[in-house]
């Protein structure tokens, strides 16, 4: 299963990126998706993360009420727009296709990962 984030770069701090995840066909419909973020020197951590028809979101508390989840089954693709963007938000980020339909905040509870994108936001 391969999976492709894309839409990071670099903004200002106070900016707005979305990131898109595109996903396989076979499974978008069935699983929960995740969205992981990694900056240097740190470990992996949970993002957000969305039940398999949108109807569930849940946020890290760093990000609530700056990002939001989305998934447009209908194109295979997963979403997160980050909104007033801070500089300790810089970091990789990564969607991940959980294990079942439900949200899960722990990185075990994902079995694919995506290829990364590089978020950097300047102060």
């Known amino acids: 299963v391969q999976l492709q984030a894309s839409g990071g770069g670099l903004v200002q701090a106070g900016g707005s990126l979305r990131l898109s995840c595109e996903l396989p066909g076979s499974i978008v419909s069935r699983r929960g998706m995740g969205w992981f973020r990694q900056a240097p020197g740190k470990e992996r951590e949970f993002v957000a993360t969305?039940?398999?028809?949108?109807?569930?979101?849940d946020y890290a508390d760093s990000v609530k009420g700056r990002f939001t989840i989305s998934r447009d089954n209908a194109k295979n693709t997963v979403y997160l727009q980050m909104n007033s963007l801070k500089p300790e938000d810089t970091a990789v980020y990564y969607c991940a296709v959980g294990r079942t339909a439900v949200t899960a905040r722990r990185s075990s509870n994902y079995d694919y990962w995506g290829q990364g994108t590089q978020v950097t936001v300047s102060s």
């Open positions: 969305i039940s398999y028809n949108g109807g569930s979101t």
